[in-house]
């Protein structure tokens, strides 16, 4: 079975341009997260999803950074206007109807390193 | 003061040494607690839970003391392919559909020969 699936696994831009992450979670994971990496450091979450809707987005800077999860499927997260401060690892996890805080069953993609020059 | 803390490291410890690493977290309502493995450059993978009567699990034991909020895990005989980063992660909201989980930011462990 195939787990969750992100890309571009690499992108590099220029400060000020839009970016965006593609994300397709393990089939009937109906929970879906954003995390951020910074080097060194462990992921911090930037929005959860319940089906397509986004059950905690407190962590996510919206003034430049917006996700959607229209079908309750597959999942995009843009940077608008791309920062030298979001150079992190985007990391998509998915997990079976939201009982990863019980489990501890966050299954996670390979991630999306963003480099911002 | 942050919600889950770890001692970066690194460890640098012998083959066969047995090694523990420690976590604090601030939430005492904190429920479920969980170690988790990060091999450099890839993804975090779930290693094991932590349960109130600790648990074992091969060479890895994890214990959970609530009254000095703080998680552990114990590597026994220590093998090279145990060379990873190990990230505590903790519910802090108490219950499944609420609850959120924090990741500390890891401890560098690295097994020499």
């Known amino acids: 079975e195939a787990g969750v699936v992100q890309s571009p696994r690499y992108k590099i831009i220029e400060k000020k341009q839009p970016v965006a992450f593609w994300c397709n979670p393990i089939s009937g994971h109906n929970t879906l997260y954003w995390y951020l990496q910074n080097l060194g450091q462990g992921p911090e979450l930037l929005i959860r999803y319940e089906n397509e809707e986004a059950v905690d987005d407190s962590q996510l800077p919206k003034d430049r950074f917006s996700a959607e999860r229209l079908k309750g499927v597959d999942s995009t997260l843009k940077i608008q206007p791309a920062e030298l401060g979001d150079s992190a690892v985007y990391l998509c996890a998915s997990s079976l109807g939201g009982l990863a805080e019980n489990t501890g069953e966050l299954f996670f993609g390979e991630g999306s390193r963003l480099t911002v020059l | 003061r942050k919600e889950v803390e770890q001692d970066p490291g690194p460890f640098n410890v012998p083959e066969g040494a047995t090694v523990a690493f420690n976590c604090t977290y601030s939430?005492?309502?904190?429920?479920?607690f969980f170690w988790y493995r990060q091999d450099c450059r890839k993804e975090p993978k779930l290693l094991m839970s932590?349960?109130?009567s600790g648990n074992e699990d091969g060479r890895f034991t994890a214990q959970l003391n609530r009254a000095s909020q703080y998680i552990s895990l114990l590597i026994r005989d220590s093998k090279l392919s145990d060379s990873a980063t190990y990230l505590c992660?903790?519910?802090?909201?108490?219950?499944?559909?609420?609850?959120?989980?924090?990741f500390g930011q890891g401890t560098t462990l690295q097994v020499k020969p």
């Open positions: 932590v349960y109130s």
């Open positions: 992660v903790v519910n802090i909201g108490g219950s499944s559909n609420t609850g959120k989980l924090i």
């Open positions: 939430n005492s309502a904190s429920q479920s």
